[in-house]
């Protein structure tokens, strides 16, 4: 496989549940990113992971977790999330200046 | 505060030249990105910015004008392929961290 891989591709949840999204990058990249888009809103930065460690929280709610257990592999955790957490979840990874993103995950909570 | 502003939507003809604008007031910069974005689809990206002048690539070109806080992404010979979101993103202070705006979204006629 090549490039930035994200799974699941969509997932319903209800507000209790918890849930897991993944990405991996086959890119050799050192950073990686996760973003919210929704619709008719900018790309939202979430989190920014740079060799494994935590470098950016852009003031996201708890009930998202990060986690990034290697330069290859994100995780971003979810639970009791809200409807207006409904969005694409895209992740990306760089090495230097460009940034390649994921296909993302179709979230909708119910 | 950090803003990034392009228009909404965009339609063009076939063949045609369609001029895509972004300025930007950010509090660092450190370049500035256009990505491409099909629906359901992931960003790709289409050029980098860091220096002030033309950039050119193919059929697409792109602008950046630092004292002006601008830059514009230039498509020639627009192809139906071409409809597509085109996204404008400042790298501020870190190029880890990008500001994107919210989108144009580009409609090719027949």
């Known amino acids: 496989e090549t490039g930035v891989t994200q799974t699941p591709r969509h997932l319903v949840m209800g507000m209790t549940n918890k849930k897991s999204l993944k990405c991996e990058q086959h890119l050799g990249h050192n950073a990686m990113y996760w973003y919210k888009q929704s619709a008719k809103k900018p790309l939202e930065l979430m989190f920014v992971y740079n060799f494994k460690e935590q470098t950016e929280n852009n003031s996201v709610p708890s009930r998202f977790s990060p986690e990034c257990p290697n330069s290859s592999h994100l995780f971003l955790h979810l639970h009791t999330l809200q409807p207006e957490d409904s969005a694409l979840y895209l992740c990306?990874?760089?090495?230097?200046?460009?940034?390649?993103f994921g296909p993302g995950t179709r979230l909708t909570v119910t | 505060g950090q803003n990034i502003d392009q228009p909404t939507e965009m339609t063009a003809t076939e063949g045609a030249i369609v001029q895509i604008n972004c300025t930007y007031q950010?509090?660092?910069?450190?370049?500035l990105f256009w990505y491409q974005q099909h629906a359901g689809e992931a960003p790709t990206f289409l050029s980098y910015n860091v220096l002030d002048g033309l950039e050119e690539k193919g059929r697409f070109s792109s602008f950046l004008s630092r004292s002006k806080g601008y830059s514009y992404l230039l498509l020639k010979e627009l192809q139906m392929k071409d409809s597509a979101s085109y996204l404008c993103?400042?790298?501020?202070?870190?190029?880890?961290?990008?500001?994107f705006g919210t989108g144009t979204r580009l409609q090719v006629f027949p």
């Open positions: 950010t509090s660092g910069f450190n370049g």
């Open positions: 993103a400042v790298a501020g202070g870190n190029t880890d961290k990008l500001i």
């Open positions: 990306a990874s760089s090495q230097e200046n460009e940034q390649y």
